[in-house]
């Protein structure tokens, strides 16, 4: 089964991967993890380099190589999945809703593209629909679903992930524009995958424990009863994106 961890930066997607993993290990689920998004990008060599890419190209391309990006994965994941565990869990760090509405965040956010015909800014509807056609394709030959890790509702709740990301780095004003905007669209964007909606400000043991419940309940996932008074301890890490 595929589980997609989905939700903005700060919301702790990075955490709950390092937890969920040794939490479905210890239930006798095997567990493998995706190689990164920024791995399909043909414009980067490391994750370093995505943050200067973003400040220096045009929005609508951005959008265009990251809708590209996941495609490229999505076809990557039904190809092998036949040859991954039949009954194990692959994590996989930003589902298709994630990069879809970081693609039209950065679209309407990004740097204007130069007035050129050589350079035409097409809209992102033809790439948004080849990856979405993918994703149903993938779910014919494997279970998925999606735990996304939404922020409050209330009244600037989008204020608690701002404040996690500040403690590790500047926000700069496009970035809390770019947030914004990706929030807003992933409150309005509608996935096919079974969808687990969790709170991103509940503690990481709880994310975790709803997490595990569900991806357990799954027909597709075997695993072993863990032993009566054993307790699964979600692992630390300093990532909350």
């Not at 809390?176 to 964007?189: D, K, M």
């Not at 990481?204 to 569900?214: G, H, R």
């Not at 072993?224 to 008074?229: I, K, L």
């Amino acid at each position: 089964m595929i589980v997609f961890i989905d939700g903005p930066d700060g919301s702790g997607k990075s955490t709950l991967i390092a937890s969920l993993g040794p939490a479905l290990l210890a239930h006798g689920c095997p567990v493998t993890h995706a190689p990164p998004l920024w791995t399909y990008l043909n414009n980067l060599s490391a994750p370093e380099d995505f943050a200067p890419w973003v400040r220096t190209t045009p929005g609508i391309q951005i959008a265009q190589a990251l809708l590209e990006a996941k495609t490229r994965r999505i076809k990557s994941l039904i190809t092998t999945a036949g040859t991954r565990h039949a009954h194990g869990v692959m994590l996989v760090d930003r589902g298709p809703k994630t990069v879809i509405c970081s693609a039209l965040a950065h679209h309407k956010t990004g740097i204007p593209a130069p007035d050129s015909p050589q350079l035409p800014d097409p809209t992102t509807d033809q790439h948004r629909t080849r990856l979405e056609q993918h994703l149903r394709h993938l779910s014919t030959v494997e279970a998925c679903m999606s735990i996304e890790l939404r922020p409050p509702k209330r009244p600037n709740g989008l204020d608690v992930i701002l404040t996690r990301l500040s403690k590790r780095e500047e926000l700069s004003s496009p970035y809390v524009r770019y947030l914004n905007v990706l929030c807003t669209e992933l409150a309005a964007y509608s996935s096919s995958e079974l969808l687990l909606p969790l709170d991103a400000t509940a503690s990481i043991a709880t994310i975790t424990e709803l997490s595990l419940t569900q991806v357990l309940k799954q027909p597709s996932v075997v695993h072993t009863p863990v032993m009566q008074g054993t307790q699964i301890r979600p692992s630390r890490s300093s990532g909350t994106t």
